[in-house]
T-cell receptor, first 114, second 114 residues
Framework: KQEVTQIPAALSVPEGENLVLNCSFT??????LQWFRQDPGKGLTSLLL?????REQTSGRLNASLDKSSGRSTLYIAASQPGDSATYLC?????????????FGKGITLSVRP | SAVISQKPSRDICQRGTSLTIQCQVD?????MFWYRQQPGQSLTLIAT?????????ESGFVIDKFPISRPNLTFSTLTVSNMSPEDSSIYLC???????????FGSGTQLSVL
């Protein structure tokens, strides 16, 4: 059974700092991995999706990397801003196909202090 | 990308009553899913909403408690039946065109049962 772990559960950093959020998964046989952002009491916003054949994806100040063999992904946030404060979740999909479901981590709650 | 409208955004309900949550997607999608996020926990898949047929439920979730409809490729409803305080949670609708694409989420329904 796939398990996704995100440690630490919470992180507080000063504005402007570059930071890395970690995600690990127990079964390296994944199809893709997706990072999401969730604001308090809200739904999820998709940030980046990495296919199993890819090493990284970039969008603006965000960069996600994937090391499938070691069961790890990282989300790098450059020059963090207070508006980046949110919970960041990673999720892995085991296989292609319409019925393949995502397994989520519990998320990392990030607070960026002005 | 898909834009998903979910309503209500929040509700406070009495024990023993039922609540129906609606999810509308702005484009036709193959897959629609319903998730639950309990306080401090990650997302748990309730069921896959299948167009024109009965939903596929995950272990621990049953149709009598969480009846789902999906009359077409852009709309689905989830009903939380005979509610108890343990059903207090955020319920999220998600949709995607295929397994190798991003999964998009509605804004969530925050449910409190008294």
């Amino acid at each position: 059974k796939q398990e996704v772990t995100q440690i630490p559960a919470a992180l507080s950093v000063p504005e402007g700092e570059n930071l890395v959020l970690n995600c690990s998964f127990t079964d390296s046989a994944i199809y893709n991995l997706q990072w999401f952002r969730q604001d308090p009491g809200k739904g999820l916003t998709s940030l980046l999706l990495i296919q199993s054949s890819q090493r990284e994806q970039t969008s603006g100040r965000l960069n996600a990397s994937l090391d499938k063999s070691s069961g790890r992904s990282t989300l790098y946030i450059a020059a963090s801003q207070p508006g980046d404060s949110a919970t960041y979740l990673c999720a892995v999909r085991r296989q292609a196909g319409a019925n393949s479901k995502l397994t989520f981590g519990k998320g990392i709650t990030l607070s960026v202090r002005p | 990308s898909a834009v998903i409208s979910q309503k209500p955004s929040r509700d406070i309900c009495q024990r023993g009553t039922s609540l129906t949550i609606q999810c509308q997607v702005d484009s036709q999608v193959t897959m629609m899913f319903w998730y639950r996020q309990q306080p401090g926990q990650s997302l748990t898949l309730i069921a896959t909403a299948n167009q024109g047929s009965e939903a596929t439920y995950e272990s621990g979730f049953v149709i009598d408690k969480f009846p789902i409809s999906r009359p077409n490729l852009t709309f689905s409803t989830l009903t939380v039946s005979n509610m108890s305080p343990e059903d207090s949670s955020i319920y999220l609708c998600s949709a995607g065109a295929s397994a190798n694409e991003k999964l998009f989420f509605g804004s969530g329904t925050q449910l409190s049962v008294l």
